[in-house]
């Protein structure tokens, strides 16, 4: 009987060492050369120096230098990149290089060239390239907001709902400051909040409102009935539509004169600002 104890602990003990060193050889599969994994649970870092600091469920990649703070499955697949936490977002091209993730849910860097850019917070944004046409979107910022869409060198959406800086071969430098559903292409022109307001692939225009619309360059349009909307006309114009206009000097009480300091032009006396102006 004693032999038949000796003869089990003697095979208990090989498959406890066996199993031991399989354990070890798996978690060291998923750590690599100088790679950290610190706390939480299924979380890795199969790269070269690279830091998951705690969650679980995340991947640092194979990439070098990536680091995620925590959160939950989040992944990079990139090198030098870093994802703060959340949860679900991803920095997918091996060839990124810089890019940062700062929180928020499902957000996305997964353009091959969109190195050094940034996803600050929100929820199902994406900064990346149209397949089909090959446009960098490298130094671009997404800062918040929710299924905001950036694509192109060196543009900007600040937060909102479902703004969109589209892709082309000139759509460079473009800035949506938040609201609703605005859109901007072209070059180094900007959507200053709003609603439904569209820059239409031109260079050095401003759109502020609600249905604003330039197909012109160099031009500012602020809408603020939103209804109907209102449209430039030409390259280089000054567009503004309210239901009334008050232009006044200082803080628009009368001077010491007695010479008026203020004055209001509404749809009622323009027709007298019309002709004066013909004379």
Known sequence: MMMNMNMFSKAAIVTAAIVYRTLIVQVEAQIGEGSVVRQGEDNIAPGKFS??????????????????GGGIANGINGDKCTIAGGSDNQITERTIIGSTISGGSSNEIRDSTS?????????????????????????????????????????????????????????????????NFNFASGNGSVVVGGFGSIINGCKYSILLGKRTRTDFDNCMVIGLTGDPSVSATKRGQFLADAKSFRFQIGNG??????????????????????EALKE
């Open 51 to 68: 830091t998951v600091g705690g969650g679980e469920q995340n991947n640092a990649g194979d990439g070098s230098y990536n680091a995620i």
């Open 115 to 179: 190195s050094f850019s940034v996803i600050t917070g929100g929820g199902g944004g994406l900064l990346f390239e149209d397949d089909n046409i090959g446009v960098p979107t490298e130094e671009s910022t997404l800062s918040g907001g929710n299924e905001n869409r950036v694509r192109g060198k060196g543009t900007v959406i600040t937060g909102g709902n479902k703004n969109t800086i589209p892709s082309s071969s000139k759509n460079i430098n473009n800035v949506i400051t938040g609201g």
């Open 253 to 274: 009480s009368n001077n010491k004169n007695g010479d008026i300091s203020t004055t209001k032009i509404t749809d009622e006396n323009i027709n007298k600002l019309i």
